[in-house]
């Protein structure tokens, strides 16, 4: 099933893990990032911030398909990783004058924390979601095995999810929550960092040859 | 066959009765408090109402972590049938003639009305998040908007921040946090950053009472967290009930020794004929209740409430 190196194939299917489990640790906190400013109702919850993160993973996959047909896909998915990564490590700082300005601007819970969840998960959550599509292609070598490949990414990837869903409601809200997302973004930036120089590599390797 | 099926029909249609039995049988029992006459699920709750006799309780959830919200006696509202809404008072041991008072939480509207009842001067806002809250405790709790007592549909927080921003702004003598979920209060309603604001608010000699529960390790993290913000804080610990009110004065404020509580308890008990005992509210002081030496102050970054509220707390 799996046509590419069998120790490669699992790394590339833990990259997809390791970014399920944080999309959805973001979901979670995201909730509590956005109350201070806009409450807990049901609008910022169920409405802003799930809303928010499954438009921006759609578009995510969309572009990660399209990524993943050219040649330097690794390296776009590596620098994809490092930007969310990154992003995620600078938000702490500026939640607080985004949220700010927006709720001064007189915009109320429902698309005050629409545009507040846009404005801050909507970047870090679109970068995580274009390496499904990517480790998809970097698995399949036969058309035949497409379907198959795509089954298994998902289904562990989704299965990351739930557990990065489960540990961060259950224990991370135990620590702070800016060191919370300050540690995963820079776990995502080694990540990219290691995908640019062992990608990369490879495909110099594998150009040479 | 058909008649092998048409039986196991039947008996299936038998089994979806006693099951419906079962459970409207449990959702009844779960209140413990009469019968129910209402239930609604709104934006934010599942909301259940009993009545007993005269009696009629508030309740969120089938087997919430808080039991009842509110409970009214229609026969005579003067009475408090939940030792919190009689502990609130403790307010106006600090701030005896408040000309304004902002309230979180509406519930079955117990505090602001009694309030409203015996101050006449009072000028009360209560910032209530759900709309059905309003409806039904008009509805069933003999509560009474007018144009001295006013409800606003609002997030707790989303409401002061929005106060803070008028000009100029307008401060409060007393402040009564009260806003709970079927579970406890929101975290967002907790921590330092919401009570800055809530001070923002608060007249220099002003007073803000929150309702709290004692027995968990919450409570050490809010007095904590109260300290942190204004302070002082002083608590008044229920008999009755894991109730207790923190007391937090602001600058200008006195802070109070039992003698001083219970001595201001008897001018305000004669003045305003109040039909409960306040002096039992005054004696409920407890000046030397300090946080544990580890608790933590509750911030937005971090406010593990659910998880400090499932643990006991040590004395």
């Known amino acids: 099933m799996v046509r590419a190196g069998k120790w490669q194939a699992v790394g590339i299917i833990l990259i997809a893990c390791i970014c399920g489990w944080f999309v959805m640790e973001l979901e979670v906190l995201g909730v509590r990032v956005l109350a201070p400013y806009f409450g807990s109702a049901v609008y910022v919850v169920m409405g802003s911030v799930i809303g928010v993160f499954l438009l921006s993973l759609s578009a995510g996959y969309m572009l990660g398909g399209w990524l993943s047909r050219r040649a330097n896909s690794k390296r776009a998915l590596g620098i994809n990783l490092m930007a969310a990564g990154g992003w995620l490590c600078a938000m702490p700082f500026f939640t607080e004058p985004v949220c700010e300005g927006i709720f001064n601007a007189g915009l109320d819970e429902k698309w005050g924390s629409l545009l507040a969840a846009f404005v801050l998960f909507g970047v870090p959550t679109l970068l995580l979601g274009t390496v499904s599509p990517t480790a998809v292609r970097w698995l399949t070598r036969r058309a035949s095995d497409s379907g198959l490949n795509a089954g298994l990414v998902l289904a562990l990837s989704t299965v990351a999810s739930f557990a990065g869903c489960v540990v961060t409601a259950f224990w991370l809200v135990l620590v702070s929550m800016r060191l919370t997302i300050?540690?995963?973004?820079?776990i995502l930036v080694a990540l990219g960092g290691t995908i640019l120089l062992v990608g990369v590599s490879r495909e110099a390797q594998g150009d040479r040859r | 066959m058909k008649n092998r099926m048409g039986k196991a029909v039947l008996i299936m249609m038998f089994c979806a009765a006693g099951l419906w039995q079962v459970l409207s049988v449990g959702e009844a029992a779960a209140g413990g408090s009469g019968r129910l006459i209402h239930?609604?699920?709104?934006?934010?709750?599942?909301?259940?109402?009993?009545?007993?006799?005269?009696?009629?309780?508030?309740?969120?959830?089938?087997?919430?972590?808080?039991?009842?919200?509110?409970?009214?006696?229609?026969?005579?509202?003067?009475?408090?049938?939940?030792?919190?809404?009689?502990?609130?008072?403790?307010g106006l041991?600090?701030?005896?003639?408040?000309?304004?008072?902002?309230?979180?939480?509406?519930?079955g509207g117990v505090i602001p009305r009694e309030m409203r009842y015996y101050l006449a001067e009072l000028e009360i806002d209560v910032a209530e998040i759900d709309p059905e809250i309003r409806t039904i405790a008009t509805e069933f709790f003999g509560f009474r908007e007018d144009d001295k007592l006013k409800v606003h549909i609002d997030d707790g927080r989303m409401f002061i921040k929005k106060q803070l921003g008028r000009e100029p702004t307008v401060k409060y003598d007393i402040v009564i946090l009260d806003a709970f979920?079927?579970?406890?209060?929101?975290?967002?309603?907790m921590t330092k950053e919401f009570l800055e604001e809530v001070k923002g608010l608060l007249a220099a000699d002003g007073v803000v009472v929150a309702n709290v529960f004692y027995n968990n390790r919450?409570?050490?993290?809010?007095?904590?967290?109260?300290?942190?913000?204004?302070?002082?804080?002083?608590?008044?610990v229920g008999g009755d009930s894991t109730n207790a009110m923190l007391a937090a004065p602001g600058p200008t404020g006195p802070t109070l020794t039992v003698r001083e509580a219970v001595g201001r308890a008897k001018i305000l008990q004669r003045k305003h004929k109040l039909a409960f005992d306040l002096l039992t509210v005054a004696k409920r002081l407890r000046p030397k209740t300090r946080p544990a030496p580890r608790a933590k102050v509750l911030t937005d970054d971090r406010a593990p409430v659910n998880w400090l509220r499932a643990q006991e707390r040590r004395r």
């Open chain 2, 39 to 90: 239930k609604k699920d709104s934006l934010y709750h599942r909301i259940f109402v009993y009545r007993d006799g005269s009696v009629v309780t508030l309740q969120f959830g089938r087997r919430p972590a808080v039991p009842m919200q509110s409970q009214v006696n229609l026969s005579n509202l003067r009475q408090h049938m939940l030792e919190y809404t009689m502990l609130s008072f403790c």
């Open chain 2, 218 to 236: 919450l409570f050490d993290a809010e007095l904590k967290t109260f300290l942190t913000v204004f302070g002082r804080c002083q608590v008044f």
């Open chain 2, 93 to 107: 041991l600090y701030k005896p003639e408040p000309e304004r008072m902002l309230v979180l939480g509406l519930g």
């Open chain 2, 181 to 189: 979920n079927g579970d406890y209060i929101p975290f967002h309603l």
């Open chain 1, 182 to 186: 300050c540690v995963s973004g820079a």
